[in-house]
């Protein structure tokens, strides 16, 4: 017996981009998430809003030279905080001269489908929910840990977006009184103590004042990535600092546990790349200081990796599309 | 000409219950948040279920007596966590023998109408989105501030649940390091330092060291309504105590403004009744330290006081029989 009903393959496709303060990139991507087609530039981050928009249509011009299918929008995910919901860029720290920016409405000049924008942290979070390790989940808290920490959340099946589109800078979540200086002008904040940034500062100054270290050994510079290296090789100091930052980690994924209720925490980012490292004493500290009915909520490594933007802001565009048929 | 479209007055009415600790509270209330009749008990808080269950129904019907309306629903707001979506009470600390308790179930077999149950924080958080201080907004924290702190958030124009339905539980981020106990049997956490409970403790721990200072004088007891009053009447020390509380709580809520981005922030809870000593700290934090795309934000006091979640599960049932109208 033939099956009684027989949805036609979804054939629609989308652009995704992801400007970043360091690389702006492109990607084709289908209904499924796969990506057809990639292209990527370094940002030309002083250059201002002309020639970084030029930017981004250079390459989704070249993403889109053959793509036979119907291409319904292209998202784009950019630094916040940006007012998604007016499409306005307030202030950009990264890139230069997007002061009151009406990106939304330029970008929408060079394409003649539907432009989506979104914070960062939102459509890498939309990525994973759609498309990553957060599937099929209706409540997901997506937290990136790089040279700073930005997250997304998506709540009851939704995404959450509050005033402006600015919701989920859980970065800035203060974790300690009086604490250290943040990028953002504020002291003691999650992205203060647990980036990968606070990380080799916390590093380099351990460093100085021990012998017993490889770190900072021969004039080399220390960054996170080195940390992790030399903890690899069994260095004591280096398994101190990322034993600690897995605490630290552990500390804020479980106030955002009680805070959102999600069914998962997925973590991306660069730091993300050392996650089965951090992965037992983050676990660890979620065990011990949540509260009972939040411990068994799973952290895991994000699926997508450095792509969960670049997909998620496509799968903006589809999910945009989709809701514009039913209506 | 007359009106095109006559709306017919509203005239359902909703029960609301407020379950708490202490207290257990009925009210009849209106499609306008009026609240017609009001009855309350002490909670029989160590006599187990059955007896709570009996109080409820006893209070209900009284308000219930005479209620000539057409009755759509009760609305029941209980100490979390209480997983909403089973309608199962986990294991509240404050009521004996809610263990893996079936609570809405067990609700349900006393009313002919439907029973929703909602965590009291989030109830509170409806009643002040819907009749209170952040009536026609979409985004709102709501902050209860008295011997613990709970909340609820309205994201987006809806209410926030998360997994379970426990989100909100913000008196349990953490806020420093290796910090003071939480009843929760965390560390550190915004409830163990801004509470009142918590300033009732470090004012009793700054008299005992201070000779000049009311508090504790004459062998009198230390809590915080006592710190407020000296506070008024001039007492250097207990001002110091009360600057410090609005400084505790303008950093979990400039916490908050970053990871939900609300149009509003509300104040509820006992500490509320000094929110107009407490303001001028916790706007000069917020101002301070928000980054500058969140410092336009309103703190405001909650405009129900002690009945944002009688009004608030009230208005849950409204909102329930609503929607289902509406299909």
């Not at 499924?32 to 201002?48: H, K, L, N, S, V």
């Not at 928009?53 to 299918?69: G, H, N, S, V």
Request: with cysteine; glycine share 14%.
């Amino acid at each position: 017996m033939a099956a009684r009903t027989l949805t036609p393959p979804d054939t629609r496709v989308a652009v995704g981009v992801d400007l970043g303060g360091t690389h702006v990139r492109a990607a084709l991507v289908d209904a499924r998430g796969t990506i057809r087609a990639r292209a990527e530039e370094r940002t030309e981050a002083t250059a201002g809003p002309d020639r970084v928009l030029a930017q981004i249509k250079r390459l989704t011009d070249a993403i889109l030279a053959d793509a036979p299918e119907e291409v319904v929008g292209i998202g784009v995910s950019t630094p916040g905080p940006v007012d998604t919901i007016a499409g306005v860029a307030k202030n950009i720290p990264t890139l230069a001269g997007f002061v009151g920016y009406p990106l939304r409405a330029e970008l929408q000049k060079q394409y003649p489908f539907p432009v989506i924008l979104e914070n960062d942290g939102i459509a890498a979070a939309v990525g994973e929910w759609r498309f990553g390790a957060g599937r099929g989940l209706d409540n997901i808290v997506y937290v990136t840990i790089s040279t700073g920490i930005g997250g997304g959340v998506i709540a009851d099946g939704r995404v959450l977006r509050g005033r402006m589109g600015m919701a989920g800078h859980i970065g800035h979540m203060s974790i300690a009184p009086d604490g250290a200086l943040c990028p953002c002008g504020g002291r003691g904040c999650f992205e203060a103590y647990g980036s990968g940034t606070a990380l080799a500062a916390r590093a380099r100054m351990a460093a100085v004042g021990c012998g017993d270290t490889v770190l900072g050994r021969d004039g080399g510079g220390i960054d996170g990535r080195s940390v992790f290296a030399a903890a690899r090789d069994g260095d004591r100091l280096a398994n101190q600092l990322v034993d600690e930052e897995a605490e630290i980690l552990g500390r804020g994924i479980t106030s955002l546990l009680h805070i959102f209720s999600p069914d998962i925490v997925v973590v991306g980012g660069g730091l993300s790349e050392e996650f089965d490292r951090l992965q037992p004493g983050l676990r660890s500290y979620v065990a011990t200081f949540a509260m009972p009915a939040f411990r068994d909520v799973n952290v895991v490594k994000a699926a997508l990796g450095q792509n969960s933007g670049l997909v998620g802001s496509a799968a903006l565009a589809l999910l945009a599309d989709a809701a514009r048929e039913e209506r």
